[in-house]
C-alpha cells in the first residue's frame, strides 16, 4: 500500500505548482519528496516588497497529524533576524508549527497543510512587523515609533541587500564589485575540463528550483526594487549604523550599516549581467541549431507550426526568427480594432535558452509602449500556463492575454510599471490619465516601428 503521506505531499506540492499565486514557489527532488524547498515573495507595501525568502519544509512520516519542520534559508548564513519570528538560526516561530505557544485553536490539525503555512509565514512579513514580538503588539510610546520606523527601514534594506542581490549574484556568478566570482571562475574551470554533470550522484549537484522564477521575477520588479533604493537613500544617510531593537539580542539580531549607494551599484549590475545572458543564449542556440541539436529543431518545429497556425485561425500578428536562429523570435503584434490598442504596431521579442524549458524564455515589448504590464525596459508580465511550459504557442497567447486584458482583478503581484500601475489601479481621473497615456505611446508605435 503507498506511503499515505507520500500521496499527500505529492498532491499538496502540485497544487500549489499549478495555483496562480505568484508569490509561493515550491519544489523538491525527484527522489526525496519529504525534503521540500519553498520560496515566499515578500508583499507589496512592506519593507519585504518582492524580496525572496526561502525555506526548507521537511516533513515527518506522522505527516499531517503532525506539522512538518520549516527553517529559513534566507539568513545571511545566520547573520540576520528577518523577523521577530524568523530567527537568525533559521527556527520559525508559528502555533500552527508547535514552535509557539498561541491561542486554543491555533495549533496544528491535519486540515492544514504546506500551503497554509506558506501563507502563515507570508503574513508575518507585515508594514509593521515590529508588532509581531509578544508585548510590542500595541507599542504606541514614542520611543516605538521611533523603534517602528527603524525596524522597517533597516529590514528594507537588508531584504534588497540579502533577499535579492544576495541571491542574484549567487545565481549570476558574480561578486559584489561585479566582477566574476570564486564559484563562477570554478564552475567555467569544471566546464573547460569537461566534467560530465549526468556523471555526478543527484545530491552532489546543487539543487536550485528557483533560480529561473527569480531571474524572471527580478526582472519584473527591478523598477521597484530602484524605486525602494531611492525612498532608502532619501531617508537615511549610508554609513549609519542600524538600530537594535529591545527584543534582539547579539546572536539573533539584524546589525549592520545602511549604504543604499552600493545597493543601486550592485542592482545595476545585476541587471546588465541579465541583459548579457540574452546575448549568450541567442549565441549558443545559434550553435545548437547549427548542430541540430534536440531543444534546436523542437524550437523550429514550434516555429513552424505557430505560423501555420496563424494562418489557420487567420490572425493578424506575423512572426519570425531572428538571422534564422530558432532562440530568438520576433513577433510583430498589431493591436485588436475597438480597443485601446487599436491601430498600435508592436515589435515583440522572445529570446529562448539553449536549456529551455527548464529555463523559461524572456519576453520584451521592443516597441515603447506604456501599459501596466510592462516594466520600463519592455520586459512583459505574463502568465504561462504551468502544464503547457514547454508550448510556445501557448506562451504567444498568455503574452496576448495580458496584452489585451480588460479589466483584470487587482494584484499588486504584477507591479512591473510602478507609474502605470499607480494610474491604471487609482482614482477615475488616474485611470483616464493612463488611458490617455497609452494611447498615445499606440499611436506612436506606428510611427516607431522598424521599416521591414
Not at 491561542?103 to 497554509?116: C, F, I, M, N, Y
Not at 573547460?192 to 527580478?218: G, H
Amino acid at each position: 500500500m503507498a506511503d499515505q503521506s507520500i500521496i499527500r505531499i505529492t498532491k499538496e506540492l502540485c497544487d500549489i505548482q499549478k495555483d496562480s499565486d505568484l508569490s509561493l514557489a515550491v519544489a523538491c527532488r525527484d527522489s526525496d519528496v519529504r525534503n521540500v524547498k519553498a520560496l515566499i515573495i515578500g508583499p507589496h507595501e512592506t519593507p519585504y516588497e518582492f524580496g525572496f525568502f526561502e525555506f526548507t519544509v521537511k516533513f515527518n512520516k506522522d505527516y499531517p497529524r503532525k506539522s512538518p519542520n520549516v527553517t529559513a534559508i534566507t539568513t545571511n548564513a545566520g547573520r540576520c533576524r528577518f523577523n521577530p519570528n524568523i530567527y537568525a538560526s533559521g527556527k520559525v516561530c508559528l502555533s500552527i508549527l508547535g514552535t509557539w505557544r498561541g491561542e486554543r485553536g491555533e495549533e496544528w490539525s491535519a486540515a492544514q497543510g504546506l500551503e497554509s503555512i506558506l501563507l502563515s509565514i507570508q503574513s508575518l512579513m507585515s508594514s509593521n512587523p515590529y508588532e509581531n514580538e509578544p508585548g510590542f503588539e500595541d507599542a504606541n510610546e514614542a520611543s516605538d515609533k521611533k523603534n517602528q520606523a527603524d525596524y522597517v527601514q533597516k529590514i528594507r534594506h537588508e531584504t534588497l541587500r540579502i533577499s535579492v542581490m544576495q541571491r542574484m549574484e549567487e545565481y549570476l556568478g558574480l561578486a559584489p564589485d561585479g566582477t566574476p566570482s570564486a564559484s563562477a571562475k570554478s564552475a567555467a574551470d569544471q566546464e573547460d575540463n569537461d566534467i560530465d554533470m549526468q556523471d555526478l550522484d543527484e545530491t552532489s549537484v546543487p539543487f536550485e528550483p528557483f533560480k529561473d522564477l527569480c531571474k524572471q521575477r527580478f526582472l519584473w520588479y527591478y523598477d521597484s526594487y530602484l524605486a525602494a533604493i531611492q525612498k532608502g537613500k532619501s531617508e537615511v544617510k549610508d554609513g549609519q549604523n542600524f538600530s537594535r531593537m529591545p527584543f534582539e539580542g547579539s546572536s539573533n539580531a539584524m546589525e549592520g550599516k545602511f549604504n543604499y549607494s552600493e545597493l543601486e551599484r550592485r542592482i545595476r549590475n545585476i541587471k546588465k549581467a541579465l541583459d548579457a545572458e540574452l546575448e549568450m543564449w541567442a549565441a549558443d542556440g545559434a550553435k545548437e541549431n547549427a548542430k541540430e541539436g534536440t531543444i534546436a529543431v523542437n524550437l523550429q518545429n514550434q516555429y513552424e507550426q505557430v505560423i501555420e497556425a496563424f494562418k489557420a485561425d487567420d490572425v493578424p500578428h506575423h512572426v519570425q526568427l531572428e538571422n534564422g536562429n530558432p532562440f530568438v523570435w520576433i513577433i510583430t503584434y498589431f493591436g485588436p480594432p475597438m480597443t485601446n490598442l487599436d491601430g498600435g504596431l508592436f515589435r515583440i521579442k522572445m529570446h529562448f535558452s539553449p536549456r529551455f524549458p527548464e529555463e523559461q524564455p524572456r519576453v520584451r515589448m521592443e516597441t515603447k509602449i506604456f501599459h501596466h504590464r510592462i516594466a520600463a525596459d519592455g520586459t512583459i508580465c505574463y502568465f504561462p500556463n504551468y502544464s503547457k511550459r514547454e508550448d510556445v504557442r501557448s506562451h504567444i497567447a498568455s503574452i496576448v492575454a495580458a496584452l489585451e486584458e480588460e479589466d483584470p482583478a487587482y494584484d499588486p503581484r504584477t507591479l512591473v510599471n510602478p507609474e502605470a500601475h499607480t494610474l491604471y489601479w487609482g482614482k477615475p481621473e488616474d485611470r483616464k490619465a493612463y488611458n490617455r497615456r497609452l494611447r498615445r505611446s499606440v499611436q506612436q508605435s506606428m510611427e516607431d516601428f522598424p521599416e521591414a
